[in-house]
């Protein structure tokens, strides 16, 4: 029997948590003009303004989704199971790069989520936030305190449900509490089960002064060698759709229309001193294959994410006007922004060949080993797959007096801002015929390459164009080259002494040999932000002001990934859910009448 089969001998009896009112067909819904609020998206930033806005039963809300409910399959709840879904799934819209320059004109993968839950369901579930550094270079590109580390704090406070691993352990001296919140929404845990590499990475952080332990690397100050937190509720996957259960799922005031893709937003009205009002949302009913538009009350909230939302704006005519024009798409706002400074991290795993059985490889290629832990997973949410693919990361700089920086400027958002990442996995990804591994994942977390997203079709349903230029800007391979050399210096502690056997990939000595390998190998590692980047009020840059309304137009916000104007030196789904949590209040504020500021 094969391996997928094995998985699928615990789909019978895995029940998902229930939704709210759930449609497939737009014939169903309340009606196409019965909504105030229509959310396009069900994404970390969709799914979380859809809750919080029904928490008032005088909103309405329609959020619309172009995937289904992404239920029925165990492998997108099982959090060691994640790199099973991308590439190439139901679960991802499976698009890819245009050639990359940097990468010796490779064409590589862009995941990114189709479904409920967007991508926060088909992640590798890694929770991190970013340095305080970080976050307050939203404040300052946006000139809105609000969005600084010490006020956006207690929106990634707000969105978390902090859990205790499910082994049992005591996590003290694993995480700060202060830093973490219990009431919140979404799953948040730190490994609740042992790899056998734990022990050889903590004694590194003892043994060499260059990789320092520190307790919590969500508390602003990110500078660390320490444990994973993941987004894991109770064992199982914390996506999204967490928003959309639960206190959400008994609301009437909420409707979610499945399996329904967006094709432009539309204009609706023109004010009296010229501002178009855009409350319109075109549709394709895939029930006949007809288009038909959806009106809402107050807005219309794009959510598509950083890739789709940017699609969506061209498509609807707001966007570079001479872009716009070449492809005889009537220009109805002029905002060259769209689509631009999509930023990216990008790195590469270094794969080892170790002297050890005890990794993930010997249970994924055994059936019977894999079915044990299925059942233990099922049956009591317990066992090795529990978590995500690593119970470890790193975030480092490069020291104050490297060379480098004779010649480069610093890309990093500040001092306490890492410039690369490590993620120890034990164990490859795939599937192997024999052997053990370790794979150490390396990215480059302060990127200075900037890409776009853009068209070349009509067809608002033909795959975006999709540029992140990774490794367009030397210093972000110089940072490369100097992690894995980093890399190679960790692994070279007294801890890991009559481990390795060996790299399957990585020989290279020389500066040369290693650019070579990077520019061979890497590839994105699939946290797009900052195509619909927020700006000062009034700026003529940017695509949305700090309240996230689109600029120049009316009733058309934009919450996801794709507002935000800096990448984080963070996987990307925290940040998104703290934005989501303020972009609420901000509505809700706006409608409200209030003075308050959020």
């Avoid at 989704?65 to 492998?75: K, P, S, V």
């Avoid at 009350?297 to 006007?321: D, F, R, W």
Wanted: proline share 5%.
């Amino acid at each position: 029997m094969h391996l997928s089969n094995a998985i699928a001998l615990c789909l019978a009896s895995f029940v998902a948590p229930t939704l709210g009112v759930v449609y497939t067909n737009i014939a169903d819904i309340k009606g196409l003009d019965a909504y105030d609020f229509i959310i396009i998206g069900a994404g970390p930033g969709g799914s979380t303004v859809a809750n919080r806005l029904t928490e008032d039963s005088s909103n309405s809300v329609l959020l619309v989704e172009a995937g289904g409910a992404n239920d029925g399959d165990i492998t997108v709840d099982v959090p060691l199971l994640c790199t099973r879904l991308t590439p190439n799934t139901p679960y991802d819209w499976n698009y890819t790069t245009i050639p990359q320059a940097g990468l010796n004109n490779r064409v590589v993968p862009f995941p990114t989520g189709f479904g409920l839950g967007g991508s926060t369901s088909v992640n590798c579930l890694v929770y991190t936030r970013g340095s305080s550094d970080d976050i307050d270079t939203w404040a300052e590109m946006t000139g809105d305190e609000g969005w600084s580390w010490a006020n956006m704090l207690p929106y990634f406070m707000k969105s978390e449900k902090f859990n205790l691993p499910r082994d049992g352990h005591d996590p003290t001296g694993q995480y700060l509490p202060e830093f973490h919140s219990t009431e919140g929404v979404i799953g948040v845990s730190v490994p609740g089960f042992p790899r056998a590499i734990d022990d050889r990475v903590m004694n590194t952080t003892s043994e060499l002064a260059e990789f320092p332990y520190a307790i919590d690397m969500n508390s602003g100050e990110q500078l660390v060698v320490g444990w994973v937190q993941a987004l894991v509720d109770t064992g199982a996957r914390s996506s999204a759709k967490a928003h959309l259960t639960g206190p959400a799922a008994a609301r009437s005031n909420l409707d979610i229309l499945l399996y329904t893709k967006v094709a432009r937003v539309v204009q609706t009205g023109v004010s009296d001193d010229g501002i178009l009002s855009f409350r319109g949302v075109e549709v394709l009913d895939a029930t006949d294959g007809s288009f038909k538009t959806l009106q809402a009350k107050k807005e219309v909230i794009l959510s598509a994410g950083s890739v789709h939302t940017p699609n969506i704006l061209l498509h609807s005519g707001i966007g570079e006007s001479a872009l716009l024009s070449s492809l005889g798409i009537d220009v109805l706002v002029d905002l060259p922004s769209v689509g631009k400074n999509l930023t990216d991290h990008v790195g590469l795993p270094l794969n080892f060949i170790v002297n050890s059985t005890k990794t993930w490889d010997t249970i994924n290629r055994n059936e019977t080993l894999l079915n044990g832990w299925l059942e233990e997973w099922e049956e009591s949410r317990t066992g090795i797959l529990v978590d995500a693919f690593a119970n470890h990361a790193a975030w480092l700089r490069l020291p104050e007096n490297a060379t480098i920086w004779e010649s480069h400027a610093d890309p990093s958002s500040g001092k306490l801002t890492a410039h690369y990442e490590f993620v120890f996995q034990n164990g490859l990804g795939s599937v192997t015929e024999s052997g053990n591994y370790l794979s150490l994942l390396i990215a480059c977390v302060s990127p200075a390459s900037r890409g776009f997203v853009s068209i070349n079709s009509t067809d608002p349903f033909a795959d975006p164009l999709v540029n992140p230029n990774l490794l367009n800007e030397e210093i972000d391979l110089l940072i490369v080259r100097e992690a894995i050399k980093s890399a190679r210096r960790f692994m070279a502690a007294p801890a890991w002494d009559g481990y390795f056997l060996g790299s399957m990939d990585n020989n290279a000595t020389t500066d040369e040999e290693i650019d070579v390998f990077v520019r061979n190998n890497a590839v994105s590692f699939y946290h797009p932000v900052s195509t619909c980047s927020m700006s000062p009020k009034g700026a003529e840059y940017g695509v949305v002001d700090p309240d996230l309304l689109v600029k120049g137009v009316e009733g058309l916000r934009i919450v996801d990934a794709s507002v935000i104007p800096r990448l984080p030196a963070a996987h990307t789904s925290a940040p998104v859910y703290a934005m989501a949590e303020r972009a609420a209040d901000i509505i809700k504020a706006a409608y409200a009448g209030s003075c308050q500021n959020y």
